[in-house]
């Protein structure tokens, strides 16, 4: 067994740690006896995202985001056909962002997106930022909790965001998980939606990185691409005792 993660643009959008999200899955595939390659894809790389199980797309600042549009609009056909086809991608932030129509910012350009997912972000009157703590979609909670059995049934989802964008949710398209009142501000500070969840597709507003103190999720995601391949998606379970306190700790949980 073999998974294959490209990593959208590491050399732009690296200002939040979120490469730990790939080091996190990779991680979990070498402990468990799974071969995993990487693929660095950025500005002008050749890349077929048929040939890959799982995408990275992590976060940056608006002016990372501005210079590489012209290369991401290029490769919207080809990640629409393997989104489609059940392609497992999270996209964190920025990421999350450019998966919609457009990005407007603070300064007010506009960056087109791929449009693969009906979401758009235009800039608020100020950043969000702080500890995030949500409660995911209880289909997401569910699949999660199929795929990592160790996480002890988490249902939760904790990071730190810090954006200026705020995101919306077109009609039927569900977000990742809902904010606690009082416990961050998630796509847009007001409807209580945290990232989104479109099929294989996960999108988060979350760093920290994410996936350290969400072994579920890393997990889920893991297991997705596994039943993509046709492959058993039951993971061997890991010792998550450490990965389960980090995030019970964020939760005000001991
Ligand atoms: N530049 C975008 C914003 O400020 C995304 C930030 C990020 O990726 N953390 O909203």
Not at 164 to 180: E, I
Request: glycine residues 14%; contains cysteine; hydrophobic residues 40%.
């Amino acid at each position: 067994m073999t998974i294959r993660i490209a990593h959208l643009y590491p050399d732009l959008l690296n200002l939040y740690g979120d490469r730990g999200n790939v080091m996190t899955l990779m991680a979990r595939c070498r402990w468990r006896g799974i071969d995993c390659v990487l693929e660095r894809v950025s500005i002008g790389a050749a890349w077929d995202p048929a040939d890959t199980d799982i995408v990275f797309f992590g976060g940056g600042s608006d002016r990372e985001q501005g210079i590489l549009t012209r290369d991401l609009s290029g490769r919207a056909p080809a990640l629409r056909s393997a989104l489609a086809d059940g392609l497992v991608l999270l996209a964190v932030c920025g990421g999350l962002q450019m998966l919609g129509s457009h990005y407007r910012t603070p300064a007010g350009e506009e960056y087109p997106g791929l449009s693969l997912l009906d979401l758009y972000t235009e800039a608020g009157d100020k950043r969000l930022i702080g500890d995030v703590r949500a409660d995911l979609t209880p289909e997401t909670a569910a699949a999660a909790a199929r795929a990592c059995p160790g996480a002890e049934g988490l249902t939760t989802l904790v990071g730190f965001e810090n954006h200026g964008g705020r995101t919306w949710l077109g009609p039927g398209l569900p977000p990742l998980a809902r904010t606690r009142p009082g416990a961050g501000g998630g796509n847009n500070g007001r409807d209580g939606g945290e990232g989104v969840r479109w099929r294989n597709v996960f999108g988060t507003y979350l760093h920290g990185p994410l996936l350290p103190k969400n072994p579920h999720i890393a997990d889920l995601l893991l297991s997705l691409a596994l039943a993509r391949q046709g492959q058993p998606a039951e993971l061997p379970p890991l010792d998550d005792a450490e990965e389960i306190m980090a995030h019970k700790a964020r939760l005000g949980k001991r």
